[in-house]
């Protein structure tokens, strides 16, 4: 029978299994969450992104990245990439560092390496479409390593912004700042969709009820990513799940009084985004606050996010997702009024409210916002020389088949001479014959197999 090492806690472990598999999860639903939003034709495209994002990070993250992120700083920059090079020194009996004292280290680093996964998937909502497979896969891969990894080091991992006494519960900064405003970035280099004038529901989302699934996967998960970051079953973590419950729930019903507000009517889209907005600025602060600085901050998610969508698609940045508006701003609020809402009562020696931790946070966090934008941008643009980034515009028509091969919708046409009782239909061959060249239905899909056909063909 295995025996626990020294210090470590059954219960503990049992729960940050959960909340590991929980936070895992939260990609599909993104996934599923940018899916719904996108064109029909799209969604295996930005699908497909974030699963990626599932073997291609954490493979990263196994090798090297985990290392560059918690190894011993070197000079408060980067950690050693060697200490724990392929999971070198981290073991399934003893515990990593004294913050996850009570779970092995191998649970900690693929806890850790679940927000890895998904900080770069967040950012496809941003250039949803505007994005060749290969473009992305160099993007993300470059990107790990010089924007999450260190800037993950610097918070977590014992480097300059810890030693200053910055404040990050569970990804603010480390994951919503980083990936937002990377991806408000890249909008400068794929520039805006094309939107033919005599469509005017192009945008539209393609599936309203796959947005809600998605919102509903990633409210699921995220009381493994805030509740988790407790690192331990105890009553901080209740704290952070109950606080993240009552923000995503605040900014749902404030989003739709918004939408209400500026003459809209109340969508089921956007309660799924308004909780989705009210989850991302809650969680930097999530196991420093009390209830009732959550609910502050679910109505400052609300109203700020609302107004910073508006106002980016007002002067004409085509984020096609929201994800600078949502997840950018959600999380630099959050991550700045820790320094006005902490409770130390929640988390004794920890953040507490003052001038001096409202000053802190704000330098960090206009620091990684501004860190994440210019490196982001200096990649895509020596990129851009490079190789193509963008598809060409021909291939909007069909963007997964072109790109993949694939299509996520298929009618499949029966040939079956059976009736509706069962029996077999005389005339079968002459009606098929009959319907095959009458029904406008049938001719319209297969004018679009000839587009398809074309455009494969132009590729």
Known sequence: MAVLGPGLSAGDIAFMFLCTGMVQFMTPGLAFFYGGLVRSTHIITIMLQSYLSLGITFILWYVVLFSMSFGDTIGGVIGDPLQHFMFKNVTANKAFNEESATIPGVMFAGYQGMFAVIAPALMTGAFA???????????????????????????????????????????????????????????????????????????????????????????????????????????????????????????LVGWMIMDILHGKKPGLVGACVGAVAGLATITPAAGFVDMNGAFLIGIMAAVLCYKCVNWLHGLGYDDALDVWGVHGMGGFSGTIIIGLLANPEINPGTATRSWEQLRVQTICACFTAVYSYVVSYVMLKIMDRVIVIRPPRHHDAALDLVQHGEVAYVTHKSNSPLNLDGHYSVSSDASSDDESTEDPKRATNGETKHVSQRIIQMA
């Open 129 to 251: 479409d505007r994005m060749r497979l290969p473009a992305y896969v160099a993007f993300k891969i470059l990107w790990m390593f010089l924007v999450y990894a260190p800037v993950c080091h610097w918070v977590w991992g014992g480097g300059w912004m810890a030693q200053m006494g910055c404040y990050d519960f569970a990804g603010g900064i480390v994951v919503h700042i980083t990936s937002a405003f990377s991806a408000l970035a890249s909008l400068h280099i794929v520039g805006n969709r094309h939107v033919p004038e005599d469509d005017p529901e192009f945008l539209a989302p393609h599936n309203v009820p796959f947005v809600a699934l998605g919102t509903a996967m990633l409210w699921f998960g995220w009381f493994g990513f805030n509740g988790g970051s407790a690192l331990g079953s105890n009553g901080l973590a209740i704290m952070a799940m109950m606080n993240s419950q009552l923000a995503g729930s605040v900014g």
